[in-house]
């Protein structure tokens, strides 16, 4: 997500606020979130291409393994300020934490967590990783689920800032695969294109975007056409694309029947009603994490 996407994200919910009254719960903590990860990422170095772990000259044998199927960056190779991911951890924590009825005791382990670097790296290649995380999770006293949320809210400003470095890298017609080509993310969104209706995926940590084919769960690869389909609303805006061979869905929007500009890690949020009917009919969301294989 480029600063100006985020910009105009937090002008749009400014908008919704001042129409409404008030944010839902949930868009009021998004708008929070993003705030502060604006905020890092502003203070990141302009182009983390340039040297240390994403110069040209560690990139260079990166671009072979696409070719294999294997994304650019595994966790080593992602252009890192530790310190900013514990600046920035603290101020997540301290946001989310406001929204959990046992705030107390899960502020406190995620304050133990942004205190105790070792740790967090470790639990940081661990979610990026997909192990589990439950050590992690255990020792500090906090769910599972919170730290996996919390992890990937805070690494994503670094880890979107290196995908809009290194996107230009990749040949889009070649990859074409259910993970992301930059960071080996999972999507969570598509959208179909103004001009040729071509189906995109959006990845659900680093924001990179890569073309896929319209008749293929990413998820599973099951190109049945008898067992894929997709739902719309009235406006033929919104698609839940859903596959009975794994029974998983991803929503898409269709820029060919709008005309404003449409941003895109918004919607993700804008369109949770359609993630409640999917999951009513019995549909899972993204898996956290897809095999690798070429």
């Given at each position: 997500?480029?600063?100006d996407t985020e910009d105009?994200?937090?002008?749009?919910?400014?908008?919704?606020?001042?129409?409404e009254?008030?944010?839902?719960?949930?868009?009021e903590?998004?708008r929070?979130?993003l705030a502060?990860q604006?905020?890092?990422k502003?203070?990141l170095a302009?182009?983390p291409?340039?040297s240390?772990?994403?110069?040209?000259?560690?990139i260079?044998?990166?671009?072979s393994?696409?070719?294999?199927?294997?994304?650019l960056?595994?966790?080593?190779?992602?252009?890192v300020d530790?310190?900013?991911?514990?600046?920035?951890?603290?101020?997540?924590s301290?946001?989310?934490?406001?929204?959990?009825?046992d705030?107390?005791k899960?502020a406190?382990?995620?304050e133990s967590?942004?205190a105790?670097?070792?740790?967090?790296?470790k639990?940081a290649q661990?979610w990026y990783?997909?192990?589990?995380?439950?050590s992690f999770?255990e020792?500090k006293?906090?769910?599972?689920?919170?730290l996996?949320?919390?992890l990937?809210?805070?690494l994503h400003?670094?880890?979107?800032?290196?995908?809009e470095?290194l996107?230009g890298?990749i040949?889009?017609?070649?990859?074409?695969?259910?993970?992301?080509?930059?960071?080996g993310?999972?999507p969570?969104f598509?959208?179909?294109?103004?001009d040729?209706?071509?189906?995109?995926?959006l990845c659900s940590?680093c924001?990179?975007e890569?073309l896929?084919q319209?008749?293929q769960?990413?998820?599973?690869?099951?190109?049945?056409?008898?067992t894929?389909a997709?739902?719309t609303?009235?406006?033929?805006?919104?698609?839940?694309?859903?596959?009975e061979?794994?029974?998983r869905?991803i929503k898409?929007?269709?820029l060919?029947?709008?005309?404003?500009?449409?941003l895109l890690?918004?919607?993700r949020?804008?369109t949770a009603?359609?993630?409640?009917?999917?999951?009513e009919?019995g549909?899972e969301p993204?898996?956290?994490?897809?095999?690798?294989?070429p």
């Open positions: 997500m480029t600063r105009k994200i937090l002008r749009k919910l400014e908008e919704l606020e001042a129409q009254g008030r944010l839902p719960a949930p868009l903590l998004y929070r979130i502060a604006a905020e890092a502003a203070s302009a182009s291409i340039k240390g772990p994403l110069s040209a000259e560690a260079a044998p990166m671009e393994g696409l070719i294999a199927g294997v994304p960056l595994s966790f080593e190779k992602q252009a530790w310190a900013a991911v514990q600046r920035l951890l603290r101020k997540v301290a946001i989310v934490v406001e929204y959990l009825e705030a107390a899960e406190a382990g995620l967590l942004a105790d670097l070792p740790a967090l790296e639990a661990a990783e997909c192990s589990p995380l439950s999770a020792a006293g906090v769910s599972e689920e919170l996996s949320f919390v990937q809210t805070t400003p670094f880890l979107a800032s290196n995908s470095a996107i890298l040949d889009q017609e070649a990859w074409r695969r259910g993970y992301c080509p930059i960071c993310g999972v969570d598509a959208f179909l294109t103004k040729l209706g071509t189906r995109w995926l940590r924001d990179a890569w896929f319209r008749l769960c990413p998820y599973c690869g099951n190109q049945d056409q008898n894929l997709y739902f609303d009235d406006s033929e805006l919104y698609r839940l694309y859903v596959c061979a794994c029974r869905y898409a929007i269709d060919r029947r709008t005309g404003e500009e449409i890690p918004l919607e949020i804008l009603e359609m993630d409640d009917q999917a999951q009919e549909y993204a898996p956290p994490c897809l095999p690798h294989n």
